[in-house]
């Protein structure tokens, strides 16, 4: 099955810096790779995805980058702001043909600090 | 974009009874729901693939006596904790895949389950 490894586990910033959260997928059948932001005590929110026919993906401050031959995405966010702190995960599904293949494999998560 | 809803966000329940999560699709029919367990500081782990109108999957090492997965209508799936335990205290969340078969999934808010 899918393994999805995601680095760092923890990053601090100051605010106003870029961040950069990597990931690695082990299926080259995947072909959705989103990112979720997930804050204390709520479920993860989507914040940007790409699909695999697509290099490079950007909204307004976050980008995402996908690397197919190397199968590895990331995330960038660009001026950080303390409220961008949250635990960010990454993910990877082969959704073809609907239903259970939308399942998704997460990364272990990023704990963001943006420190003012 | 879509919403999810999950009620209880919170219960606190004695060991042995049983505790019943409902997670909603308020704006779009849901042919696929799955739910999640998360502990503290972990990733997200798919517990069970549910299709509305038949037999949830389960994933390797989930007990499918013990969480109950009903999906009676495109827009209503629940999650039922039998006989719960101090072990199965945790943060269980939904998600719901479109019928319009983008990949792209839907997460609600999160339920806090702790059992006594």
């Known amino acids: 099955g899918e393994n999805v490894e995601q680095h760092p586990s923890t990053l601090s910033v100051q605010e106003g810096d870029s961040a950069v959260i990597k990931c690695t997928y082990s299926?080259?059948?995947?072909?959705?790779f989103p990112w979720y932001k997930q804050e204390l005590g709520k479920g993860p929110q989507l914040i940007i995805d790409i699909r695999s026919n697509v290099g490079e993906k950007k909204d307004q401050r976050i980008a995402v980058t996908l690397n197919k031959t190397a199968k590895h995405f990331s995330l960038h966010i660009t001026e950080t702001q303390p409220e961008d702190s949250a635990v960010y995960f990454c993910?990877?599904?082969?959704?073809?043909?609907?239903?259970?293949?939308?399942?998704?494999?997460f990364g272990k998560g990023t704990l963001l600090t943006v420190n003012p | 974009g879509a919403v999810v809803s999950q009620h209880p966000s919170r219960v606190i329940c004695k060991s042995g009874t049983s505790v019943k999560i409902e997670c909603r699709s308020l704006d779009f029919q849901a042919t696929t729901m799955f739910w999640y367990r998360q502990f503290p500081k972990q990733s997200l782990m798919l517990m069970a693939t549910?299709?509305?109108?038949?037999?949830?999957?389960?994933e390797q090492g989930v007990e499918k006596d013990k969480f109950l997965i009903n999906h009676a209508s495109l827009t209503l799936s629940t999650l039922t904790v039998t006989s719960a335990h101090p072990e199965d205290s945790s943060f269980y969340i939904c998600?719901?895949?479109?019928?319009?078969?983008?990949?792209?999934?839907?997460f609600g808010e999160g339920s806090r389950l702790t059992v006594l």
């Open positions: 998600s719901a895949a479109g019928i319009r078969n983008t990949g792209e999934l839907f």
């Open positions: 993910a990877a599904s082969t959704s073809r043909g609907g239903g259970s293949n939308y399942k998704l494999t």
């Open positions: 549910s299709n509305e109108g038949s037999k949830a999957t389960y």
């Open positions: 299926d080259s059948a995947s072909n959705y």
